[in-house]
């Protein structure tokens, strides 16, 4: 919960604690759940060695569990690490296996994997390809009400809208991603994606000026899932 909510200080003991707790009760499924988080905790934090070691860690644990799942969720972790490294072509191939594995495990697996390949997709400047991966997620998001994995769509969805050229669209639906962080305390952790965030504001807020971004920015604080969606497929419709 810490850690959704922008919190990377306090974990690490917390986790360390788990973990040694996990390996004395012989919990192994706990301990590998934990090294995971921990790769999460780290990544946030700035520490990508550390990331890719507890990562590799919990993904060792998972396979010789033979859990879908983990393994599926170590993989993500391990390949958002690798974008943000600038090995984009092993993050995608990261990213490609464990949506295969990930699609078997539910909805709740797959938005975090959405969410860096939408983000790739942005920095690769294709548009559709990341307006077209958060429609997905938007969906699973919808079903299972996950304000968390909400807050992080919005902003690969807002970077497309930039990159087609349509700022308010942008501005609004960065709007929405700060006002349901507001109203549920999740926050973003992940440079990667804060990174995206922080440039595509940048370039909307130049381009559409005080007045009008804020206008957009403020509107946005209303939008819901089905009005986004109905965005997105106007979008898509006019490509």
Known sequence: ??????????????????????????????????????????????????????????????????????T???????AGVRL?????????RLLYEATTMLRESGPWFLTPVLCYRGVAAANRGEADLAIGLMKESLGY???????????HALLPLAAGAMLKGDDEWAARVL?????????????????????LKD???????ERLGPERWERAYLEGGGC???????????ALVSS
């Not at 998001?141 to 807050?151: A, C, M, T």
């Not at 440039?199 to 807020?205: D, P």
């Open 1 to 70: 919960m810490l850690y959704a909510q922008g919190n990377v200080a306090r974990p690490p003991a917390m986790l360390t604690r788990a973990i040694l707790l996990a390996g004395q009760s012989g919990d192994r499924v706990v301990g590998a759940q934990a090294q995971v988080l921990f790769g999460h905790v780290e990544h946030g934090s700035g520490n990508r060695a550390a990331a890719l070691e507890h990562f590799a860690q919990g993904l060792e644990a998972f396979r010789s569990l033979d859990t879908l799942w983990g």
């Open 199 to 205: 440039r595509t504001e940048r370039a909307v807020r």
């Open 84 to 92: 943000a490294m600038g090995d984009t072509a092993e993050a995608e």
């Open 72 to 78: 599926g969720s170590a993989l993500s972790g391990t």
């Open 141 to 151: 998001i919808r079903e299972l009400h996950d304000r968390f994995s909400f807050v």
């Open 224 to 234: 819901s899932i089905d009005s986004l969606l109905d965005d997105i497929d106007a």
């Open 175 to 195: 709007g929405a991603s700060a006002a349901v962080s507001s109203s549920s305390g999740a926050r973003v952790a992940i440079a990667v994606v804060q990174d």
